[in-house]
């Protein structure tokens, strides 16, 4: 089994970008409930696309990288760059 730590990406009602880090071992399965309002708190009620994704052999790997995008303000700045271009 894989882990994936995945960026998903929306704009707000303002057309001001938002995104989302998180990690998962079924990425699809965990977009589909950020969509229908039933993953985490804050995703709900937004229509989010997939921007990133890397795959993990292990949990932990999975949870430190995770951490790691998190606290990289500029890392997810250019990855959401990108959504924006789309």
């Given at each position: 089994?894989?882990?994936?730590?995945?960026?998903i990406?929306?704009?707000?009602?303002?057309?001001?970008?938002?995104?989302?880090?998180?990690?998962?071992?079924?990425?699809?399965?965990?977009?589909?409930?950020?969509?229908?309002?039933?993953?985490?708190?804050?995703?709900?009620?937004?229509?989010?696309?997939?921007?990133?994704?890397?795959?993990?052999?292990?949990?932990?790997?999975?949870?430190?990288?995770?951490?790691?995008?998190?606290?990289?303000?500029?890392?997810?700045?250019?990855?959401?760059?990108?959504?924006?271009?789309?």
């Amino acid at each position: 089994m894989y882990f994936y730590v995945y960026l998903i990406c929306t704009k707000n009602n303002n057309n001001r970008l938002i995104s989302y880090v998180g990690y998962t071992n079924n990425i699809k399965n965990r977009i589909k409930k950020h969509n229908s309002s039933k993953g985490a708190k804050f995703t709900k009620g937004k229509n989010w696309k997939l921007l990133f994704k890397k795959k993990f052999l292990t949990k932990s790997e999975a949870m430190k990288y995770e951490y790691k995008l998190k606290k990289d303000k500029i890392k997810r700045a250019i990855l959401k760059q990108r959504f924006q271009s789309v």
